[in-house]
């Protein structure tokens, strides 16, 4: 599957002038509130006609302004899903799924009704209504519906947004299973970086309606520059898990030369695994630490040293062929005389991290 988009257009004082590729999998456009993200969604849906630009898919143009092509949002066989659930409230979960049904071309192969209710883990809310339903259990709702219209793409337009913490914890381990189980390429819009951490193959970054970057999720999330809010900035990588703990419910990730430990909920050995590390909870010593309650000391070196307005400075370290980030303040680099080329010990905060 490839995805094609090249789209301008004026709304109000807003200009959007984006266009980026993409392929199987899930493709994340993300960027802060007000970045165009929803604009360039809605244009891939046909719900918005660009002012000049182009949408094709696998070779068919659905949006071309310079051919005058623009088919009906009915006749693209898209599958979307709202920041709200807007499921039907005078029929039961059984009939709005059902009601998926109707928009499935008769020469698609149709996933099973039973498959998806297993895949979204839904078999025990088929007979209530919306009514009934918390909000995490309502948007897998909507995400089901979506896919029993046999979508050639799936559109899902920061679908956790409305959603606590409570309840997108609830949903995000149904979208990995929606991201690894099935072949629907997805477009997922959020500005959440833990969100897209988790789900993303592929990054598109989208700032002030143009692209800033794109590329690997791993790449692209472990910039500095990525995140909208330095708080939030941090590494992504992935490791395979090599053991779990059950007394102390600690598992044990291999990445590429290193070891993690990462608590919480036990996780399946040989199992494929991303953790995100937050730069603001990597601390840096120039000598082995001893008597830490932490556990991931890792052995790294320097690579770039980046300043910040706020008195901080962002540091890239090598872990072995991983990359993790560290944010400390000015004085402690100096204090430390840390300069690229340098070998450091990383000590990551073990109850920060998750997979």
Known sequence: MTLIVEAKQKLGAFSLDAAFTSERGVTALFGRSGSGKTAMIRIIAGLARPDAGRVALDGEALTDTATGIFIPKHRR???YVFQEARLFPHLSVRANLSYGRWFAARTAGSESF???VDLLGIETLLARSPAKLSGGEKQR???G????????LLLMDEPLAALDEARKAEILPYLERLRDETDIPIVYVSHSIAEVAR???HVVVIRDGKVEATGSAIDILSRPSTSADRREAGALLEGTVESFDPLHRLSTVALKSCRLHIPGA???PGKSVRIRIPSRDVMLATAKPEGLSALNILEARIEQISPAEDGTVEIRLDCGGDIILSRITTLSCERLDLRPGRAVFAVIKTVALEA
Do not use: E, K, W
């Open 114 to 116: 039973d498959r998806i």
């Open 77 to 79: 066989r898209f599958g």
């Open 266 to 268: 036990a996780l399946a």
């Open 141 to 143: 709702v909507a995400i």
């Open 145 to 152: 519906r979506a896919l029993l219209s046999s979508p050639r």
């Open 199 to 201: 789900l993303a193959n």
